[in-house]
C-alpha cells in the first residue's frame, strides 16, 4: 500500500484511528492492519516493517491487544507509532505480564513486559520512582495509564484478585510495591499502557 493508497483509505473519517494485529475481533472504529487477510482486517501488511504507508503525525489513535510480543523489531515498531501519532494523539497498549503463566507456553513469544517497560522511551519525570535507562532511543513518550490487570480461570480466586487488582492500582506507588515484592507470589495476567508521544 501506498501513502496516497492510504489517504484514500482514511479520507472522510473524522478520526484515524487503527488497530495493529486485530485478527478477526477489530476494535469498533478502527482500522484493523494484519500480516493475514481475514476478516475485520483492513489493510494486509507485515507490521513487522512498521507502517511505512501511513504518513506522519496523521493517526488519533492506535491500539494492540496482545500483538507486541509477538514483534521481533519492537524499537522499530514503537518509532513507527510515534512517528505517525499525532501531537496529543495516544497508543494503548495491552500486553501479557512477565508472570502471566500463560506467557511462556506459546512459541511465538518475543519478549516480556511489565510496569517499567515504557519508560526507557520515556524522560525521567514521566517514570515511576524507580528509574530505568532512556538513552537507547531518542523518542519518547509520556505514560498517561498503566494498570496491572490480574485474573483467573477458577471463578472463587478470580473474584478475589479482582480485589487485589483494585488495591494494587490504587496509585503508582502500589503498582511498584507489587511488581517489586509481590509478583513472585501472586502472579499478573497483562499489563495495559496508555502513551501519547512527545514532539
Known sequence: MTKEEFQNKISGLEEVNIELGPGN??????????????????????????????????VDNYFSNHLLEHIDNYEGLIKEIHRTLKKGGQAEMVVPHFTNSYFYSDYTHKRTFGL?????????EYQLRTKVPN?????????????????????????????????????????????ISLSNFVRCSEVRFIISPVK
Open 135 to 179: 538513552f537507547y532511543t531518542k523518542k519518547r513518550f509520556k505514560i498517561l495509564k498503566r494498570e496491572l490487570r490480574f485474573g483467573s480461570q477458577f471463578l472463587f480466586f478470580h473474584w478475589i484478585l479482582q480485589v487485589f487488582k483494585k488495591m494494587v492500582n490504587r496509585n503508582d506507588f502500589t503498582k511498584e510495591f507489587y511488581e
Open 116 to 124: 517499567f517497560s515504557f519508560d526507557y522511551f520515556c524522560e525521567e
Open 25 to 58: 475481533r477489530k476494535k469498533k472504529g478502527y482500522l484493523g492492519i494484519d500480516s493475514v487477510d481475514i476478516e475485520g482486517v483492513d489493510i494486509v501488511f507485515n507490521i513487522e516493517k512498521g507502517v511505512p504507508f501511513i504518513p506522519d503525525n496523521s
